[in-house]
């Protein structure tokens, strides 16, 4: 290393002036080209440069420069990551200055920069704070060995540590006021109402919100004023709130209803905290306040339309009642007679059938088939009856179910003809005994392939189906019929209910007893 052959510069009167120029940078690229200029000034140095971190990338990027033209580097080029070199450099969690006499000493990520420019020698310092790096500053001379003033090490470390503290400082500013900006920005789109008084009452800070809510022109306005002087906050019943945080205490209240003005008020949900220095003692109150009014309209609203509708399930109760208690009525009344109308009918069809007119036996059949259409009816009407009052009596037995179903099967196999539909049986396995109410089950079966015949077209297939899987026996019916809407697959099971379909419009036989009775006896 050389021998120093300049007077050592004043770090102290340095600083002092690359502090006063800086006030007057307009921005950073500015402030960055006033220290380059300085420390190259200071040590008489061909060149200098300072280049920094970037946030969020291991590489250092240059951001001033003096002594060459900015054109050689455009864009400012981007510095390699040498993680042994800032490991030197950051020794100590100080800024450090080194001496580099050739420019084999430079670092390998800098030598494609200062090869372009023919650096032969040059000092090299870090900027470092609280042990991070944050980038350096650097002096070179086309002459190896350079000839920089003694003490040139001494004053980029104290230029360093300035800059340092500068950098931090701004950080934490621009921080603190992005800090504040969010905040800002927050509260204003919050949808609730926010202010802070001091321990006086005199309102400190209010959002846009708040502004609306109490119906003011600008925060302006409220700013400075006594927050106990707004007549709607004292009549509200408020002030009493806000007193309880003064004395320290949080306090909530629901429905406090602002009246703003005679032919307008809201509903306000506001909640009071404390605010208190380190020793405790209160300094100011902040409330927030939510407007319930829409909230508040809308539960009265809902309250009287619940009325409403509890009154009106009342009186469909009743008619429900009454409709159940007429059918009843009707079903009972009219099995007495078609009970004896059957009789008669089959009288007449075993004793004289033989010696009528055929003609006149043909329409004893149709009455006869019709009779006892009517006769099922008012059965499952009696049955529907006995099922809401919870009479309907179960006789379980040892049963096969599978003569069971074939029975059904063979009850509905002609009404499935009559419709030129394919109707199969098909029963998997041997089906054991299980305990079931015979006349019940074949009930259900009855239905339930009474219902599939109904709402299939004619010729289709109707598949009835049986099959032992262990812990319980699947029966089943499929068929190629129109099939349920979604809309109506909650309503099979509800009484007289019967799905519209266009393609079978024609049909006349469909009650919509079937199935809640086949569920019911389930």
């Known amino acids: 290393m050389s021998e120093d052959s300049e007077q050592s510069p004043n770090a102290y009167d340095v600083v002092k002036n690359?502090?006063?120029?800086?006030?007057?940078?307009?921005?950073?690229?500015?402030?960055?080209?006033?220290?380059?200029?300085?420390?190259?000034?200071?040590?008489?140095?061909?060149?200098?440069?300072?280049?920094?971190?970037?946030?969020?990338?291991?590489?250092?990027?240059?951001?001033?420069?003096?002594?060459?033209?900015?054109?050689y580097f455009q864009p400012l080029p981007k510095i390699g990551y040498n993680p042994q070199f800032r490991k030197i450099m950051a020794a100590g969690d100080r800024s450090n200055a080194r001496r580099f006499d050739t420019p084999e000493e430079l670092p390998e990520s800098a030598k494609a920069?200062?090869?372009?420019?023919?650096?032969?020698?040059?000092?090299?310092?870090?900027?470092?704070?609280?042990?991070?790096i944050l980038g350096y500053l650097a002096v070179a001379s086309k002459r190896s060995p350079a000839q920089f003033p003694a003490g040139t090490e001494s004053l980029l470390e104290s230029i360093a540590?300035?800059?340092?503290?500068?950098?931090?400082?701004?950080?934490?500013?621009?921080?603190l006021k992005n800090a504040k900006s969010e905040a800002d920005t927050i509260l204003s789109m919050a949808p609730v109402g926010i202010f802070t008084m001091d321990s006086r009452g005199i309102l400190n800070s209010v959002n846009a919100q708040m502004v609306s809510m109490l119906e003011k022109k600008s925060?302006?306005?409220?700013?400075?004023?006594?927050?106990?002087?707004?007549?709607?906050?004292?009549?509200?019943?408020?002030?009493?709130?806000?007193?309880?945080?003064?004395?320290?205490?949080?306090?909530?209240?629901?429905?406090?209803?602002?009246?703003?003005?005679?032919?307008?008020?809201?509903?306000?949900?506001?909640?009071?905290?404390?605010?208190?220095?380190?020793?405790?003692?209160?300094?100011?109150?902040?409330?927030?306040?939510?407007?319930?009014?829409?909230?508040?309209?809308?539960?009265?609203?809902?309250?009287?339309?619940?009325?409403?509708?509890?009154?009106?399930?009342?009186?469909?109760?009743?008619?429900?009642?009454?409709?159940?208690?007429?059918i009843d009525v009707v079903s009972h009344e009219l099995r007495t007679p078609l009970?004896?109308?059957?009789?008669?009918?089959?009288?007449?069809?075993?004793?004289?059938?033989?010696k009528m007119d055929p003609k006149f036996a043909s329409r004893l059949k149709i009455i006869k088939t019709n009779t006892d259409k009517l006769y099922s009816l008012v059965e499952s009407m009696l049955d529907v009856s006995r099922m809401e009052k919870g009479s309907l009596q179960i006789h379980p037995e040892p049963v096969k179910?599978?003569?069971?179903?074939?029975?059904?099967?063979?009850?509905?196999?002609?009404?499935?003809?009559g419709k030129k539909q394919t109707a199969t049986l098909d029963v998997e396995g041997v089906m054991p005994l299980i305990m079931a109410d015979r006349r019940?089950?074949?009930?259900?079966?009855?239905?339930?392939?009474?219902?599939?015949?109904?709402?299939?077209?004619?010729?289709?297939?109707?598949?009835?189906?049986?099959?032992?899987?262990?812990?319980?026996?699947?029966?089943?019916?499929?068929?190629?019929?129109?099939?349920?809407?979604?809309?109506?697959?909650?309503?099979?099971?509800?009484?007289?209910?019967?799905?519209?379909?266009?393609?079978?419009?024609?049909?006349?036989?469909?009650?919509?007893?079937?199935l809640p009775i086949a569920k019911g006896i389930i």
Not at 117 to 131: L, P, Q
């Open 440 to 514: 019940r089950l074949k009930d259900v079966f009855v239905n339930i392939i009474d219902n599939a015949i109904k709402y299939t077209q004619e010729g289709g297939r109707i598949q009835v189906c049986a099959r032992d899987e262990g812990k319980m026996i699947h029966v089943w019916v499929k068929d190629n019929g129109v099939g349920i809407p979604l809309e109506n697959l909650g309503k099979i099971f509800d009484r007289f209910h019967i799905v519209a379909s266009n393609d079978l419009s024609h049909e006349v036989n469909r009650l919509g007893l079937g």
């Open 113 to 132: 920069l200062v090869d372009n420019v023919g650096v032969k020698s040059a000092v090299i310092c870090s900027i470092v704070f609280k042990g991070e």
């Open 339 to 354: 009970t004896v109308m059957r009789g008669y009918i089959d009288l007449i069809d075993s004793e004289y059938a033989s």
């Open 161 to 175: 540590e300035y800059i340092s503290l500068v950098v931090d400082n701004t950080r934490a500013y621009l921080a």
């Open 219 to 326: 925060e302006a306005e409220m700013l400075g004023t006594s927050v106990f002087e707004i007549q709607p906050v004292t009549k509200s019943g408020l002030d009493a709130l806000l007193m309880q945080g003064m004395e320290g205490h949080e306090g909530e209240k629901s429905d406090v209803h602002l009246v703003l003005r005679p032919d307008h008020a809201i509903y306000l949900h506001a909640k009071v905290t404390p605010i208190k220095d380190e020793s405790g003692a209160v300094r100011g109150v902040m409330l927030v306040a939510m407007d319930m009014t829409t909230k508040v309209r809308l539960q009265n609203q809902l309250e009287r339309s619940y009325e409403r509708l509890t009154q009106t399930y009342q009186e469909l109760e009743r008619v429900a009642t009454m409709k159940s208690q007429f």
């Open 18 to 71: 690359i502090s006063h120029e800086l006030r007057n940078a307009k921005d950073e690229k500015e402030a960055a080209a006033i220290i380059a200029h300085r420390i190259r000034d200071a040590t008489k140095a061909d060149y200098a440069v300072m280049v920094m971190v970037q946030e969020g990338s291991p590489e250092v990027q240059m951001v001033g420069v003096s002594g060459v033209d900015l054109k």
């Open 401 to 417: 179910i599978d003569a069971i179903l074939e029975e059904a099967y063979r009850i509905k196999l002609p009404d499935a003809e």
